[in-house]
């Protein structure tokens, strides 16, 4: 058992509180999912420039020099931002992958939570509100975001078990309920290239949406190929630089409710977790549809 919330924002000016709206959603769903906490923020991205947000377990010792020892493989491009275990690294696009693939080298204690042009992610273990608290959630700006609280039951509670998942440039997924397929799937997306960090069968997911969307398909398309590839129980909510997509299994038992007005589209695990939303008395709320694609675009939005 597990909790999910996902806000996409139609309304520009509602930007300035997504982190404060998506970290009421995430707190209220604790008590399904109290060993660990995660969510990803997407803004508006500044051309020419992309942001890696990493964490550490040695923050004091990995974080404080980062900039320099990143300068020649950045060219001079980089900035670090410090948020408690994690830093977000912002660098020139063009320098993007190799400041990735030099971080590898720089501290056994570093790992990649996320990359792209627009989204920052942050999770740890502890305690949604704890977690939302340690990262300044609540005064985040940003267009669209998705949370997760996990009750762990296949694997390990770590920073690296918790969700979202992200497996491609500004995309991740947040994932309630098991895959059965899972060993399968990741040995042959190994096969194909992809790095696996974790035995979660979440990060397969999201490493299969990574895969299939580099073929060309866009988000929506991606989440009904799921349909026919991946086995088992799942409610995955997913993010991509400008898309929010949500998709449950053809039995649907893991809960979620949904509500859309003018200025926004939200999911949650349960309704509780709207309930805070701003004219949330006159959404339209639904229950997601078993095997059914529900795919918004900010391109589409604006």
């Given at each position: 058992m597990c909790?999910?919330?996902?806000?996409?924002?139609?309304?520009?000016?509602?930007?300035?509180?997504?982190?404060?709206?998506?970290?009421?959603?995430?707190?209220?769903?604790?008590?399904?999912?109290?060993?660990?906490?995660?969510?990803?923020?997407?803004?508006?991205?500044?051309?020419?420039?992309?942001?890696?947000?990493?964490?550490?377990?040695?923050?004091l010792v990995?974080?404080?020099?980062?900039?320099?020892?990143?300068?020649?493989?950045?060219?001079?491009s980089?900035?670090?931002?410090?948020?408690?275990?994690?830093?977000?690294?912002?660098?020139?696009?063009?320098?993007?992958?190799?400041?990735?693939?030099?971080?590898?080298?720089?501290?056994?204690?570093?790992?990649?939570?996320?990359?792209?042009?627009?989204?920052?992610?942050?999770?740890?273990?502890?305690?949604?509100?704890?977690?939302v608290?340690?990262f300044?959630?609540?005064?985040?700006?940003?267009?669209?975001?998705?949370g997760?609280?996990?009750?762990?039951?296949?694997?390990?509670?770590?920073?690296?078990?918790?969700?979202p998942?992200?497996?491609?440039?500004?995309?991740c997924?947040v994932?309630?309920?098991?895959?059965?397929?899972?060993?399968?799937?990741?040995?042959?997306?190994?096969?194909d290239?992809?790095?696996?960090?974790?035995?979660?069968?979440?990060?397969?997911?999201?490493?299969?949406?990574?895969?299939?969307?580099?073929?060309g398909r866009d988000?929506?398309?991606?989440?009904?190929?799921?349909?026919?590839?991946?086995?088992?129980?799942?409610?995955?909510?997913?993010g991509?630089r400008?898309?929010?997509?949500?998709?449950?299994?053809?039995?649907?038992?893991?809960?979620?409710?949904?509500?859309?007005?003018e200025?926004?589209?939200?999911?949650g695990?349960e309704?509780?977790?709207?309930?805070?939303?701003?004219?949330?008395?006159?959404?339209?709320?639904?229950?997601?549809?078993?095997?059914?694609?529900?795919?918004w675009?900010?391109?589409?939005?604006?």
């Amino acid at each position: 058992m597990c909790g999910i919330v996902g806000l996409f924002l139609k309304d520009p000016a509602l930007e300035p509180q997504l982190g404060a709206l998506l970290a009421d959603m995430l707190v209220t769903m604790t008590d399904r999912g109290p060993d660990s906490a995660g969510l990803a923020i997407y803004g508006s991205p500044t051309p020419g420039q992309s942001k890696i947000t990493v964490q550490s377990a040695q923050a004091l010792v990995d974080f404080p020099a980062l900039e320099q020892r990143l300068a020649e493989v950045s060219g001079g491009s980089a900035r670090v931002a410090v948020k408690s275990s994690h830093a977000v690294i912002t660098v020139a696009t063009d320098r993007l992958a190799a400041t990735r693939s030099a971080l590898k080298g720089l501290s056994p204690d570093l790992r990649v939570m996320g990359a792209g042009e627009s989204v920052e992610i942050y999770k740890e273990v502890g305690l949604p509100k704890d977690v939302v608290a340690r990262f300044g959630i609540a005064g985040m700006a940003g267009t669209h975001g998705i949370g997760h609280t996990r009750m762990a039951t296949e694997s390990a509670v770590t920073t690296m078990g918790a969700h979202p998942f992200s497996t491609g440039a500004d995309q991740c997924l947040v994932h309630n309920g098991s895959l059965s397929n899972h060993n399968n799937l990741r040995r042959s997306l190994a096969r194909d290239g992809m790095v696996f960090e974790t035995q979660n069968d979440s990060e397969v997911a999201a490493a299969y949406l990574t895969t299939v969307m580099a073929q060309g398909r866009d988000l929506g398309a991606a989440l009904a190929g799921a349909l026919e590839d991946l086995d088992g129980f799942f409610t995955f909510v997913v993010g991509t630089r400008s898309g929010f997509g949500v998709l449950r299994d053809p039995i649907a038992c893991k809960p979620a409710i949904m509500a859309e007005t003018e200025r926004y589209v939200a999911f949650g695990s349960e309704y509780r977790a709207l309930v805070g939303l701003p004219g949330i008395e006159s959404a339209r709320v639904w229950e997601p549809e078993p095997a059914t694609v529900y795919f918004w675009d900010q391109r589409q939005a604006a």
